[in-house]
T-cell receptor, first 109, second 115 residues
Framework: KQEVTQIPAALSVPEGENLVLNCSFT??????LQWFRQDPGKGLTSLLL?????REQTSGRLNASLDKSSGRSTLYIAASQPGDSATYLC????????FGTGTRLLVSP | DAGITQSPRHKVTETGTPVTLRCHQT?????MYWYRQDPGHGLRLIHY???????DKGEVSDGYSVSRSKTEDFLLTLESATSSQTSVYFC??????????????FGPGTRLTVL
């Protein structure tokens, strides 16, 4: 069974810190790796998608990398802000996404 | 926001009652999905559709059926709701495999409680 693990489950940082969220998976035949954020009581917002043939994607202060050989993806958030507080989810696959259980991030002013 | 609406947004029902959730999109995307989200399990795929009348099972399809008679609508039916189906249900859409690499966009969710 494919598994996706996100560590840590929760993270609390002061505003301005750079931080890294981790996503690991057991199956290297990855297809896509997609990162989402979810605010409490809301749906998921797509942040970045890395195709299987790519190594990284960037959007503003976010950078996501993919290392299939080690079964890992990381989401780097630069200069964190209180508005970044949310749960971050990674998912691998193509049509049938398999999700991690998320990292709950709190950025304090 | 991707043009995805879900109805109802909240529903409380009793065990054994049939329930239908609706997902409506205005994007004319080919693929539509139903996921459920539960504490400790994350999001899990129930069913998905790759075209009108074309559907396939996901990881947790037992107890659920789906139908897609129009591109814009994807229905999820619980034939006889059970308490284990209490969850938040999300619909998602994606354009196609070639131009968008199947990036998925999610609706706002439906919170279903089965008493």
């Amino acid at each position: 069974k494919q598994e996706v693990t996100q560590i840590p489950a929760a993270l609390s940082v002061p505003e301005g810190e750079n931080l890294v969220l981790n996503c690991s998976f057991t199956d290297s035949a990855i297809y896509n790796l997609q990162w989402f954020r979810q605010d409490p009581g809301k749906g998921l917002t797509s942040l970045l998608l890395i195709q299987s043939s790519q190594r990284e994607q960037t959007s503003g202060r976010l950078n996501a990398s993919l290392d299939k050989s080690s079964g890992r993806s990381t989401l780097y958030i630069a200069a964190s802000q209180p508005g970044d507080s949310a749960t971050y989810l990674c998912a691998k696959g193509f049509q049938k996404l398999v999700f991690g259980t998320g990292t709950r991030l709190l950025v304090s002013p | 926001d991707a043009g995805i609406t879900q109805s109802p947004r909240h529903k409380v029902t009793e065990t054994g009652t049939p329930v239908t959730l609706r997902c409506h999109q205005t994007e004319n995307h080919r693929y539509m999905y139903w996921y459920r989200q539960d504490p400790g399990h994350g999001l899990r795929l129930i069913h998905y559709s790759y075209g009108v009348k074309d559907t396939d099972k996901g990881e947790v399809s037992d107890g659920y059926s789906v139908s897609r008679s129009k591109t814009e609508d994807f229905l999820l039916t619980l034939e006889s709701a059970t308490s284990s189906q209490t969850s938040v249900y999300f619909c998602a859409i994606s354009k196609d495999s070639i131009s968008s690499y199947n990036e998925q966009f999610f609706g706002p969710g439906t919170r279903l409680t089965v008493l």
